[in-house]
């Protein structure tokens, strides 16, 4: 079982729609929790980054993390097509000497 | 220009035949970290240094050497290459350790035939 579990997609929406990205992580000691993003032929960059539970805003962007149910969402709102992209979860354990990525989703907004 | 660079972008090599990706940051960062990009596996860690002469293993480091002697370099070594190291591979620096912001570089894809 990978340590961090992402449904792949592809998700695709149009545009304005709420979406609603998420992950599942089976190791407890977890702390870090990232959201990246990638576009296609890119490396991927830091979105969101949330220590321990909660949530976190950013404009258009939320991110949450419950650490009982040891899920991790990624929420955007008035989706763009400039939002099209790869989201990768990413989380590391105190001492953050290596980071477990998510397998990615693709998400595709439609004008 | 705060930056990650990597060379080469593209490689196309033969089965065997040592190869050296080269990976640059000019943030004075003290983490690096190799990953790879499969279809359907995401990204996954070869190596990942702390500093200049620490350098430990990640997830995937079968068949790959690592080396850091200078804090801004981490060069990531393929001495017998073989088809199943045909991947996208990017670099990366943060601050201090896995857990802070990543910056990445804009990989590169080796084909190995």
């Known amino acids: 079982q990978k340590e961090v579990e992402q449904d792949p997609g592809p998700l695709s929406v149009p545009e304005g729609a709420i979406v609603s990205l998420n992950c599942t992580y089976s190791?407890?000691?977890?702390?870090?929790f990232m959201w990246y993003r990638q576009y296609s032929r890119k490396g991927p960059e830091l979105l969101m980054y949330t220590y321990s539970s909660g949530n976190k805003e950013d404009g258009r962007f939320t991110a949450q993390v419950d650490k009982s149910s040891k899920y991790i969402s990624l929420f955007i709102r008035d989706s763009q097509p400039s939002d099209s992209a790869t989201y990768l979860c990413a989380s590391a354990p105190p001492g953050r000497r290596a980071l477990t990525f998510g397998s990615g989703t693709r998400l595709q907004v439609q004008p | 220009e705060a930056q990650v660079t990597q060379n080469p972008r593209y490689l196309i090599t033969v089965t065997g035949k040592k190869l050296t990706v080269t990976c640059s940051q000019n943030m004075n960062h003290e983490y690096m970290s190799w990953y790879r990009q499969d279809p359907g596996l995401g990204l996954r860690q070869i190596y990942y240094?702390?500093?200049?002469?620490?350098?430990d293993k990640g997830d995937v480091p079968e068949g790959y050497k690592v080396s850091r002697k200078e804090k801004r370099n981490f060069p990531l070594i393929l001495e017998s290459p073989s088809p199943n190291q045909t991947s996208l591979y990017f670099c990366?620096?943060?601050?201090?350790?896995?857990?802070?912001?990543?910056?990445f570089g804009p990989g590169t894809r080796l084909t190995v035939t």
């Open positions: 990366a620096s943060s601050l201090s350790g896995g857990g802070d912001e990543q910056y």
């Open positions: 190791n407890s000691a977890f702390q870090y």
């Open positions: 240094s702390m500093n200049v002469e620490v350098t």
